[in-house]
């Protein structure tokens, strides 16, 4: 066991190696490539699925390194597409009771800590990650990645007040979401400018820039904008009216927080809503309850 530990500290690579190597020789499984130790037993095999090409012995070629299912330093032709420290926008491949694993481009999965994820991460959900090498030198890659992301920004610029622009979300806060853009800017979604208030990490969205800040940050909604967001908060009611049979238990009178968990908007854009139905004639209300002017079998 002593003599094995010595092997293994004289190795020169580690799993998460992107390393060009020399061909030592060819066999039947494949390639073995020089790990420079001098020793012939600790030659790493680059099986012929791996490769995407011919090899002969004296070729020098670039491979991704990492450990097989028996612990073994394997090579791989497939090179991912991060490297230490660099950000990305990946693929959750699965998640088990120890953590998640996703797709970096490589011939393996990498781990991602149960310590290192934000939010329910489920299998094919796309999130932001960094790689980086846990204490025992493999790679892994975490979603804390909100110092990264400020500094991969740039400053808003070639955009207004009111251009839509689309991102995706990399971290979530009481108040709020933050967005990174398709450009590269850092944008603010504030809870109450979501519908429903919810999205998720990864989540990709599209919405309206509604102040830039001097810093070159944006403020975000996705909601509709008063002219069109009380067109579609009046459908979503009369919707909902002939849903229940023509009448509800809420009207002006009726309480915020009822009306946010209910409708998911603000009272006054609620009474907007109704209003707007009233002037149409569509709606009237008498004693807290709402009803449509003509019952849903009359339509």
Not at 102 to 126: K, T
Not at 198 to 216: A, N, S
Request: charged share 30%.
């Amino acid at each position: 066991m002593i003599e094995k530990n010595k092997q293994q500290s004289a190795l020169k690579y580690k799993p998460g190696d992107v390393v060009t190597l020399k061909v030592a020789r060819v066999g039947e499984m494949g390639a073995f490539l020089d790990a420079g130790t001098g020793n012939t037993s600790d030659d790493i095999l680059l099986h012929k699925l791996q490769q995407t090409e011919e090899l002969k012995e004296g070729d020098k070629v670039k491979v991704y390194l990492y450990l097989d299912p028996n612990k073994r330093l394997t090579a791989s032709m497939k090179l991912p597409k991060m490297r230490e420290g660099q950000l990305g926008y990946v693929k959750v491949l699965s998640v088990t009771r120890d953590g998640g694993f996703v797709d970096i481009g490589a011939e393996r999965g990498v781990f991602l800590p149960y310590s290192q994820m934000r939010g329910h991460v489920s299998p094919n959900q796309l999130v932001w990650v960094k790689l980086y090498r846990d204490k025992s030198g493999r790679p892994a890659v975490t979603m804390r990645v909100e110092e990264d992301m400020q500094k991969a920004s740039k400053p808003a610029e070639g955009v207004k007040v009111g251009d839509n622009v689309t991102g995706t979300v990399y971290n979530i806060l009481p108040d709020g979401f933050f967005i990174f853009t398709t450009q590269r800017f850092i944008a603010f979604l504030h809870r109450s400018e979501v519908p429903g208030g919810r999205l998720d990490f990864g989540q990709e969205i599209t919405c309206r820039i509604t102040f830039i800040r001097e810093d070159g940050r944006l403020n975000c909604s996705m909601r509709l904008q008063k002219e069109n967001a009380l067109v579609a908060d009046a459908e979503e009611i009369y919707n909902f009216l002939v849903k229940r049979g023509g009448k509800m238990p809420y009207c002006d009178s009726t309480p915020l927080e009822i009306i946010k968990q209910k409708f998911g908007i603000s009272k006054a854009a609620f009474k907007r809503a109704l209003g707007h139905l009233m002037k149409q004639g569509k709606i009237r209300q008498d004693d807290g309850w709402t009803y449509l002017t003509e019952s849903p079998e009359q339509k």
